[in-house]
């Protein structure tokens, strides 16, 4: 998604440049210059509402529930689609489009809390959700830092496939160029392909 918005991956750059310009160069990122990375922490959100790690949640239910005026008893299988339901337009206007500004703290006033589970919800949540969203947070940054992605497939050319996680059939094919910290170093284009996660 970043190398698809040049401008949206510029903002990030630019906040994580300024939270690491005060470190020295091969020093890492703390938990503490995570938590000031606002805009980075919105991006992943909206990539996770488009493209949710589990695209469905399988549940028994505990007790008889009313679902719509319909009764469904206790001890029935459901099934809750997060990348349907990751793009239900009464809370996410224009849900095909990539806005990590909608994650913004005024922009979520008023949201259902379960209209967004990208990692479940409730009692039976995933227990990794804040380590692994902390290491996307380094990960990424990390990336940004020191290269300038370019996506070569738009949106449309991806074969998604949701099994045990969501991930592309065909694989992400980008160019990561070396980027210097006043300017992009034009080296020759290394083509990687990752096979599960989005940038």
Known sequence: MLGLHPDIQTRVREEVDSVM???SDDEDCTIDDTKQMKYLECVLKE???LYPTAPFIGRELSEDTVINGY???KGTSCGIFTYILHRDPVSFPN???FIPDRFLPDNCVGRHP???IPFSAGPRNCIGQKFAFLEQKIVVSKIVRNFHISAVDQRDKLYIVGE???RTRNGLKLII???NRNKVVKTEPKTDCLSSKSL
């Open 21 to 23: 310009d005060l470190h």
């Open 47 to 49: 990539v996770q509402r």
């Open 71 to 73: 009764l469904v008893p």
């Open 95 to 97: 849900p095909e489009q």
């Open 114 to 116: 379960y209209c967004y």
């Open 164 to 166: 045990m996680v969501l």
């Open 177 to 179: 160029t070396e980027r």
